[in-house]
């Protein structure tokens, strides 16, 4: 099969409000289509809030997403930032693209005074795993546990 074209002059830049619907299928397959009413006003609160980023890859259209934040955390006695949902569209992934977006994250928490960034894996995404481990993140010995306001068991 012929391989995608490699995207020629790749651009890294903050999204705009304006920008959602140019998001939402790449999030959608994230979220394997799980969207639900509120997603919309989420992603303008990351757009907007000086706590929030959201990150687009684009050549001629947008063939990633990062969506992050910076949180204050007393394990690290001052804010981090965290990955929240990052995508690359499948055709051109393996191309550098994601690592593009989260550099980008990195040097922007570096500049907010960021002391550490921190990233949410599937156990079963072994794609991912890597992709963490080869841009020098270390696997947590921590386990994530959340309680569900919205639909309590
Ligand atoms: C994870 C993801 C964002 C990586 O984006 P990408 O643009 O393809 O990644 P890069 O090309 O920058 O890859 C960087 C490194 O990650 C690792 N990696 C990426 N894809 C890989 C794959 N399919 N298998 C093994 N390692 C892989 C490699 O070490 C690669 O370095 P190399 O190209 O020198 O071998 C992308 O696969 C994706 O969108 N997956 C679906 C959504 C998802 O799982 N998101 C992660 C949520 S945390």
């Known amino acids: 099969m012929k391989k995608p074209e490699k995207t020629?002059?790749?651009k890294i830049r903050g999204a705009k409000v304006d920008d959602y619907f140019v998001c939402l299928p790449l999030l959608t397959a994230l979220y394997h289509g799980d969207i639900g009413s509120d997603f919309r006003r989420t992603f303008e609160d990351f757009v907007e809030s000086e706590h929030g980023i959201v990150l687009v890859a684009e050549n001629t259209k947008v063939l990633g997403v990062l969506v992050g934040g910076y949180h204050l955390d007393i394990d690290w006695e001052g804010k981090t930032a965290k990955i929240d949902a990052l995508i690359v569209d499948e055709p051109y992934r393996k191309q550098g693209i994601g690592t593009e977006l989260v550099r980008h994250f990195?040097?922007?928490a570096k500049k907010q005074g960021c002391k550490a960034?921190?990233?949410?894996?599937n156990t079963e995404n072994f794609v991912a795993q890597e992709f963490h481990k080869t841009l020098g993140f270390t696997k947590a010995k921590?386990?994530?546990?959340?309680?569900?306001?919205?639909h309590p068991r």
Do not use: G, H, I, N
């Open 8 to 10: 020629q002059v790749l």
């Open 142 to 150: 921590t386990y994530e546990y959340f309680l569900d306001f919205v």
């Open 117 to 121: 960034a921190k990233s949410r894996v």
């Open 106 to 108: 990195l040097a922007e």
